[in-house]
């Protein structure tokens, strides 16, 4: 039987730190292997599908580098006339989409000759090296190194009308698509009473008509000023002791609102007419994968050792993105990490050699 051969890096995840991570190791011709997800039905109603994230958000105009709208005025000053022409010719579009920059990533990743695999690690045996690392397809691969960039789930409550209606006006992310035409000058529904929730509620304000947050409780867990600086915010309505009982809309139109029951008294029932639906109820790192062999911190997220470096628990598994990023949370600043993992394990390979 022919040995099994030993990969230098393998990548679990495929959003920007995954991407990145590859750009880099691949680049460093350590030849890395993604394990992007598996498409299933499961990582479907997890929001786990391959491409992370972005995939599930439209516009991104906060990534540097794909500015929106119209850039004609500034080609024309900025370049000379052959190629102001040129680039007015290939920038005629507005900014990207996330999966579009997912797609460009991932294609980035594979020109420099990244292997791509659709599968899920679903176990893993981090206790010597080379480790081993199991596919929801059964295979088995093993690696001298593992960056794990395999992100974040949003928490949805589970409700099938929440389901129903994603990227119909249902969101877990204001800054994503909070200024998407369907929710201008409209009333909007955040659930949660955590910092995301005053954050994504004073965000929506500058675009929604009325901002309602949802909570379920009669106080928050957000920090005071943050929930002080949504409560005196004249556009925001606290809807207190309240928990969502189905979010209202149709085919058509998406969401149209939300019926929300008194979390105390379970026969009082309200409908809120509400052209989008947040979901803030925090995220989940997706960890499962890794039963307990690395660190985490308390909230569920992979500690980073290092400070400033993306070294993990285990020498030579490296972390990026979401999965270990608990504060920015941001395509930009997973991508950055990405790279930075990538440095760390090539660095470190090096070492070992
Ligand atoms: P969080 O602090 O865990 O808050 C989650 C909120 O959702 C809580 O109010 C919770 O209600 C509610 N919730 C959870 N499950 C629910 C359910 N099934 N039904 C109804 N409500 C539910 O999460 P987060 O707001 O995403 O914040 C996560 C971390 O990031 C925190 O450490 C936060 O400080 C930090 N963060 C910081 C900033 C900032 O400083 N700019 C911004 C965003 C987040 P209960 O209160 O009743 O449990």
């Known amino acids: 039987m022919a040995e099994q051969q030993i990969e230098n890096v393998v990548i679990v995840g495929s959003g920007p730190a995954a991407w990145s991570a590859a750009i880099y190791t691949a680049r460093a011709e350590l030849k890395p292997l993604v394990f992007e997800g598996a498409i299933t039905e499961d990582n479907r109603q997890r929001g786990t599908l391959p491409l992370g994230q972005l995939a599930l958000t439209t516009e991104v105009e906060n990534f540097a580098g794909f500015p929106a709208g119209d850039l004609s005025g500034y080609f024309d ?3 000379d006339e052959r190629k102001a022409k040129e680039l007015n010719s290939t920038h005629h579009k507005k900014g990207v989409s996330g999966p579009e920059l997912m797609e460009l990533m991932r294609q980035q990743a594979k020109n420099f000759g990244t292997r791509i695999v659709t599968d899920d690690i679903v176990s893993c045996d981090l206790s010597q090296r080379p480790f081993t690392l199991k596919t929801l397809g059964g295979k088995e691969v093993q690696a001298q190194a593992v960056i794990v960039a395999t992100g974040a ?3 949805y409550l589970g409700l099938p009308s929440e389901d129903k209606f994603k990227n119909m006006g249902v969101s877990a ?6 200024a998407l035409p369907r929710f201008r000058n409209k009333p909007l529904v955040v659930v949660g009473g955590g910092d995301s929730a005053m954050e994504e509620a004073t965000f929506l304000t500058k675009f929604a008509s009325t901002v309602y947050i949802v909570h379920r409780r009669d106080e ?3 920090s005071r000023i943050m929930a002080e600086r949504a409560l005196k915010n004249e556009k925001i309505e606290v809807k207190w002791n309240s928990v969502i009982d189905e979010v209202l809309g149709d085919d058509k139109n998406g969401v149209t609102g939300v019926r929300i029951r008194n979390s105390s008294d379970d026969s009082q029932t309200e409908e809120l007419e509400a052209a989008g639906y947040f ?3 925090g995220h989940t790192p997706n ?3 890794l039963d307990g062999q690395v660190e985490l911190k308390q909230n569920g997220y992979i500690q980073w050792t290092t400070p400033f470096r993306t070294n993990t628990s ?4 490296f972390a990026a993105g979401d999965v270990a990023d608990d504060y920015y949370k941001q395509a930009i600043t997973a991508a950055g990490s ?3 993992a990538a440095l760390d394990a090539e660095r470190w390979l090096a070492e070992q050699e």
């Open 338 to 340: 990405g790279c930075q």
């Open 314 to 317: 285990v020498e030579g598994v």
């Open 153 to 155: 789930r949003a928490n």
């Open 287 to 289: 960890v499962d994968f």
């Open 220 to 222: 928050f867990r957000a």
């Open 279 to 281: 979901a803030a109820i």
């Open 173 to 178: 992310c204001a800054v994503c698509d909070g």
């Open 77 to 79: 000053t900025a370049f």
